[in-house]
């Protein structure tokens, strides 16, 4: 039977501490920090849900009764890089708090990754994608059209050993990182749907054009060919239906997106009509920075049947290792709303992290462990049996368990859910 959960000394909307029922002995705390207000919010409170259930599973550890204190990162709804390390310097300022789950957001890692490696706390993420965060490359050069590597300082952003003031890594995460997007979405297009021929466009910042590079660079290895290549800059003086035209022309049959949908991704897919004579059957493809999102769909209008995008996680209701996680969310969680693209991965973060703790308890002798103990048995996981899959992190504190998700927009209807279409795994071997 499942532990009731009691919340307590709420401090504002979405933030305090949430305790395990049956609170006895002494108390060791998880942190966890999120976007839990504003648009974020629908996907962040849903992946707090999976962490609330797993303590609900297991309210003690080693003796210890087990608490969650949750911080929002957001600001007015957005979230805010100086807020999540406010929250860290918080978080770290309580003896009881072992390790923080968190966050959802790159720019927001950016900004909690020093100040919490000098206090040596660990951090798990269940989502951040930036290879910047764990990396010296933004883009190896194999992902290149250009055969030159891309290095986080030339696309503006500090490098991991930058962000770890102590040189020891404290971060670790269980998502791929955004550089395998491209090639997976490649891997789709050529050998799922049987594109030979392609266009690219970008949006002019680094994350869409490291996803669009990567894209060509693989799918010219594997035998396609790039007709055409546009980066559209925010003044938007490039003539996107021109282009299209003429790719359209050179024999393009489908049409690559690095970018996001706020950068007007999916208007382009509405464009597609014009320029293609089946503007259905074109394929239009992207990443994480259009999946599932209503707002793309909205772009898209009409000609929204055929969008495809990678997301650099596993769907967990395909697999059956998590079957009986959902099970127990929904017994526990029965609002639609409660449950997200990110509950279940979550949840799987929790695990690993007690699984450390269980190791940095034992080795202390039963007693609250040294935090940087905590870091060590994270940065020793192997095997780790969770409900998306076998866990482990390597030496930079990257995931092992290397796949993505590729999803269809299934209607013109932005309200309804994007269907799963594939599974590109590259836990075996690298695209590059």
Same mark, same amino acid.
């Given at each position: 039977?499942?532990?009731?959960?009691?919340?307590?000394?709420?401090?504002?909307?979405?933030?305090?501490?949430?305790?395990?029922?049956?609170? *006895?002995?002494?108390?060791?705390?998880?942190?966890?920090? %999120?976007?839990?207000?504003? *648009?974020?919010?629908?996907?962040?409170?849903?992946?707090?849900?999976?962490?609330?259930?797993?303590?609900?599973?297991?309210?003690?550890?080693?003796?210890?009764?087990?608490?969650?204190?949750?911080?929002?990162?957001?600001?007015?709804?957005?979230?805010?890089?100086?807020?999540?390390?406010?929250?860290?310097?918080?978080?770290?300022?309580?003896?009881?708090?072992?390790?923080?789950?968190?966050?959802?957001?790159?720019?927001?890692?950016?900004?909690?990754?020093?100040?919490?490696?000098?206090?040596?706390?660990?951090?798990?993420?269940?989502?951040?994608?930036?290879?910047?965060?764990?990396?010296?490359?933004?883009?190896?050069?194999?992902?290149?059209?250009?055969?030159?590597?891309?290095?986080?300082?030339?696309?503006?952003?500090?490098?991991?050993?930058?962000?770890?003031?102590?040189?020891?890594?404290?971060?670790?995460?269980?998502?791929?990182?955004?550089?395998?997007?491209?090639?997976?979405?490649?891997?789709?297009?050529?050998?799922?749907?049987?594109?030979?021929?392609?266009?690219?466009? *970008?949006?002019?910042?680094?994350?869409?054009?490291? %996803?669009?590079?990567?894209?060509?660079?693989?799918?010219?290895?594997?035998?396609?060919?790039?007709?055409?290549?546009?980066?559209?800059?925010?003044?938007?003086?490039?003539?996107?239906?021109?282009? %299209?035209?003429?790719?359209?022309?050179?024999?393009?049959?489908?049409?690559?997106?690095?970018?996001?949908?706020?950068?007007?991704?999916?208007?382009?897919?509405?464009?597609?009509?014009?320029?293609?004579?089946?503007?259905?059957?074109?394929?239009?493809?992207?990443?994480?920075?259009?999946?599932?999102?209503?707002?793309?769909?909205?772009?898209?209008?009409?000609? *929204?049947?055929?969008?495809?995008?990678?997301?650099?996680?596993?769907?967990?209701?395909?697999?059956?290792?998590?079957?009986?996680?959902?099970?127990?969310?929904?017994?526990?969680?029965?609002?639609?709303?409660?449950?997200?693209?990110?509950?279940?991965?979550?949840?799987?973060?929790?695990?690993?992290?007690?699984?450390?703790?269980?190791?940095?308890?034992?080795?202390?002798?039963?007693?609250?462990?040294?935090?940087?103990?905590?870091?060590?048995? %994270?940065?020793?996981?192997?095997?780790?049996?969770?409900?998306?899959?076998?866990?482990?992190?390597?030496?930079?504190?990257?995931?092992?368990?290397?796949?993505?998700?590729?999803?269809?927009?299934?209607?013109?209807?932005?309200?309804?859910?994007?269907?799963?279409?594939?599974?590109?795994?590259?836990?075996?071997?690298?695209?590059?």
């Amino acid at each position: 039977m499942l532990a009731l959960m009691s919340v307590v000394a709420v401090a504002g909307a979405c933030s305090g501490t949430i305790l395990s029922g049956n609170q *006895s002995g002494p108390v060791l705390k998880i942190g966890v920090d %999120l976007p839990l207000s504003g *648009s974020e919010g629908r996907v962040a409170n849903p992946a707090l849900n999976g962490i609330k259930l797993y303590v609900q599973q297991h309210p003690t550890l080693d003796g210890f009764s087990v608490s969650i204190e949750v911080k929002d990162d957001s600001v007015d709804g957005v979230p805010e890089p100086p807020r999540g390390a406010a929250n860290l310097q918080a978080l770290i300022g309580d003896p009881a708090v072992m390790a923080v789950i968190g966050p959802f957001d790159s720019n927001i890692a950016r900004a909690e990754i020093p100040v919490a490696n000098t206090a040596f706390m660990a951090m798990i993420s269940p989502v951040t994608g930036s290879p910047c965060l764990t990396l010296a490359l933004y883009l190896p050069a194999a992902s290149s059209p250009a055969r030159a590597p891309v290095t986080c300082k030339q696309v503006g952003l500090p490098t991991a050993g930058e962000l770890r003031p102590t040189g020891v890594n404290n971060y670790f995460r269980l998502a791929t990182t955004d550089d395998l997007q491209g090639p997976a979405a490649a891997d789709f297009a050529f050998k799922s749907l049987h594109v030979l021929r392609a266009a690219t466009i *970008s949006d002019h910042e680094a994350y869409g054009q490291a %996803l669009e590079r990567s894209f060509a660079a693989r799918f010219t290895r594997l035998g396609g060919s790039v007709v055409g290549h546009l980066d559209v800059d925010p003044s938007g003086s490039q003539d996107v239906a021109s282009f %299209l035209k003429r790719v359209r022309a050179d024999g393009a049959q489908a049409v690559y997106f690095g970018g996001i949908t706020a950068n007007g991704g999916c208007v382009i897919r509405s464009q597609m009509t014009n320029a293609f004579p089946s503007g259905e059957a074109a394929p239009y493809l992207g990443g994480d920075g259009i999946a599932e999102d209503p707002a793309c769909v909205e772009q898209a209008g009409s000609n *929204s049947a055929g969008m495809y995008a990678t997301v650099p996680a596993v769907d967990p209701n395909f697999r059956g290792s998590a079957t009986p996680v959902i099970k127990a969310f929904r017994t526990s969680f029965p609002s639609p709303s409660d449950y997200g693209a990110y509950t279940v991965v979550s949840y799987d973060a929790t695990g690993v992290l007690y699984a450390a703790l269980d190791r940095a308890i034992k080795a202390a002798g039963g007693r609250l462990p040294a935090r940087a103990d905590v870091i060590t048995q %994270l940065a020793a996981t192997q095997g780790y049996s969770g409900a998306t899959g076998t866990i482990g992190f390597d030496a930079a504190g990257d995931t092992t368990h290397r796949a993505l998700s590729v999803y269809e927009a299934a209607a013109a209807d932005p309200k309804a859910a994007w269907t799963l279409v594939g599974e590109i795994d590259y836990t075996e071997k690298l695209p590059y």
